[in-house]
Antibody, heavy 126, light 108 residues
Framework: QVHLVESGGGVVQPGRSLRLSCSAS????????MHWVRQAPGKGLDWVAV????????YYADSVEGRFTVSRDTSESTLYLQMSSLRAEDTAVYYC???????????????????WGQGTMVTVSS | DIQMTQSPSSLSASVGDRVTITCQAS??????LNWYQQKPGRAPNLLIY???NLETGVPSRFSGSGSGTDFTFVISDLQPEDIATYYC??????????FGPGTKVDVK
């Protein structure tokens, strides 16, 4: 069974750092790009970052560029999000998510997220 | 960057009604458009991919259409369990995602 389990959330003061982890199981971790998506309380989905399957390419939302770093440890099937210089507006549930390439035969339709973790709450507050 | 808009932001309908949600992209995205359902307290769930393809296991009362910049998501026979927020989503060739702001659906 495919599972993603996040950990590392908590309450942190503005300007401090926090590292989230996501343990993956039930699929070939190094064959999939992985994302972080967050959701502030009562708000919509906000894409944060992606790391490609081989870890060579990483991309970030403008709002976290330069402050957050995504990485992966294939040997441990674990995804990470190192967050620094945290702000109140970073308060959210952070989801780890698996990317799926959408192709049917010779036709492709981009990418989607097909597996989500349960989320871990990050609260930035003094 | 591509921006996604959705309308309406919320709606209330009766069981059995046909519900329509629209999503508009700020530039042509071909049919690289997906729809998700998120129930309260839960992670989202993929319903429609490639604008009109039903994900395996998703009830046939859900459907999608459109191409280019304008897309439509329909629930043909609204059920009580469809209470949720629905999001459109686009991915670019670098796998960067953009979500629409969401449409909250309530049952009267």
């Amino acid at each position: 069974q495919v599972h993603l389990v996040e950990s590392g959330g908590g309450v942190v003061q503005p300007g401090r750092s926090l590292r989230l982890s996501c343990s993956a199981s039930g699929f070939t971790f190094n064959s999939c790009a992985m994302h972080w998506v967050r959701q502030a309380p009562g708000k919509g989905l906000d894409w944060v970052a992606v790391i490609w399957d081989d870890g060579t390419n990483k991309y970030y939302a403008d709002s976290v560029e330069g402050r957050f770093t995504v990485s992966r440890d294939t040997s441990e099937s674990t995804l990470y999000l190192q967050m620094s210089s945290l702000r109140a507006e970073d308060t959210a549930v952070y989801y780890c998510a698996r990317d799926r390439k959408l192709c049917s035969g010779d036709t492709c339709y981009g990418e989607a997220i097909d597996i989500w973790g349960q989320g871990t709450m990050v609260t930035v507050s003094s | 960057d591509i921006q996604m808009t959705q309308s309406p932001s919320s709606l209330s309908a009766s069981v059995g009604d046909r519900v329509t949600i629209t999503c508009q992209a700020s530039q042509d995205i071909n049919n690289y458009l997906n729809w998700y359902q998120q129930k309260p307290g839960r992670a989202p769930n993929l319903l429609i991919y490639g604008a009109s393809n039903l994900e395996t296991g998703v009830p046939s009362r859900f459907s999608g259409s459109g191409s280019g910049t304008d897309f439509t998501f329909v629930i043909s026979d609204l059920q009580p369990e469809d209470i949720a927020t629905y999001y459109c989503q686009h991915s670019d060739n670098l796998l960067r995602f953009t979500f629409g702001p969401g449409t909250k659906v309530d049952v009267k």
